[in-house]
């Protein structure tokens, strides 16, 4: 039996390990299936399928899609999607810019409110990937105004803080559509961090989501019970991951999760 983990970030997002650290990293725990999900990006894909085929670890085309449901920011995981298509590249591109302007717009927000932090150091931790509020947290800390990335998000990056700046979103159904057209499926993540999510992941499935992510850091036994078998009784697929951010959020989850390949199938025979 092997092992798996869907759910990963490295610097080409708003995480803080390379490709090659997070299959490295991966590995010595004994997963053998990785998923690299940044979000809007697909680089890190690209950057490590070589080096992923050379280690005997199986890698899943991946990305992690923030959407609007309801007015709800929902994520959701994409898979095993022909990760050449022409659409989903052209419209991950068109986020990224769009994401490195919103960050832009909440340094000048907060630079107004007193806080001196720099665009350009909010670039350089960005790296060209998908810019992201963890981006800005850091330079936040880095400059001494808070003590965590929490901390940044709690006082002025969360939802209705004093920084936040909305970002543009995909709708549910034109993700589905998307993933699907380039022959992939997608997943609910982190099932339990929706307010009402009890009532919301169903409407999901009825949206054309195609599972849910029951194995996840923030989704304890009871929900992961609950959405088992809501998934099993809608004909669904269930998925799982660490949602690994490196050193970004307190704690490195990379190895806490561990997914047999019996649950994976539907995924892994798209490969
Ligand atoms: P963005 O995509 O720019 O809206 O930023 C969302 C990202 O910030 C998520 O993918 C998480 O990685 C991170 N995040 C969200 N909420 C928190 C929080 N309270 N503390 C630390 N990181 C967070
Ligand atoms: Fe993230
Ligand atoms: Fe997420
Ligand atoms: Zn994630």
Redesign the pocket.
């Known amino acids: 039996m092997r092992y798996a983990d869907l759910h990963l970030h490295t610097y080409h997002s708003?995480g803080t390990r390379s490709p090659k650290e997070v299959i490295d990293v991966a590995q010595s725990h004994g997963l053998e299936i990785i998923a690299i999900s940044d979000?809007d990006n697909l680089a890190a894909y690209y950057e490590i399928h070589p080096y992923a085929r050379e280690r005997g670890v199986t890698l899943i085309s991946a990305i992690e899609l923030?959407c609007l449901f309801e007015s709800v920011d929902v994520h959701i995981l994409a898979y095993a999607f022909d990760p050449h298509d022409e659409r989903i590249d052209a419209r991950l591109r068109g986020f990224r810019e769009t994401r490195a302007q919103r960050g832009h717009a909440i340094v000048e927000r907060l630079r107004t409110l007193g806080y001196d932090i720099k665009a350009e150091r909010v670039d350089q931790l960005a790296g060209g990937g998908a810019m992201?509020?963890?981006h800005v947290a850091r330079a936040l800390v880095e400059a001494g105004y808070v003590a965590s990335?929490?901390e940044a998000?709690d006082k002025l990056l969360?939802t209705g803080k004093p920084g936040y700046v909305e970002?543009e979103r995909f709708r549910v159904s034109e993700a589905v559509s998307l993933i699907r057209g380039a022959g992939g499926v997608t997943s609910v993540a982190h099932p339990t961090l929706y307010p009402d999510h009890e009532r919301l992941v169903p409407k999901l499935l009825d949206g054309g989501i195609d599972g849910i992510e029951v194995m996840h850091p923030d989704v304890d036994a009871l929900n992961r019970e609950r959405y088992t078998n809501l998934a099993r009784f809608r004909g669904k697929m269930t998925t799982g991951g660490s949602d690994d951010?490196g050193s970004?959020?307190t704690s490195e989850t990379l190895g806490t999760i561990k997914v047999p390949e019996s649950m994976i199938g539907p995924i892994l025979e798209r490969l």
């Open positions: 708003d979000h923030s992201g509020r963890p990335v929490a998000f969360g970002k951010h970004v959020k």
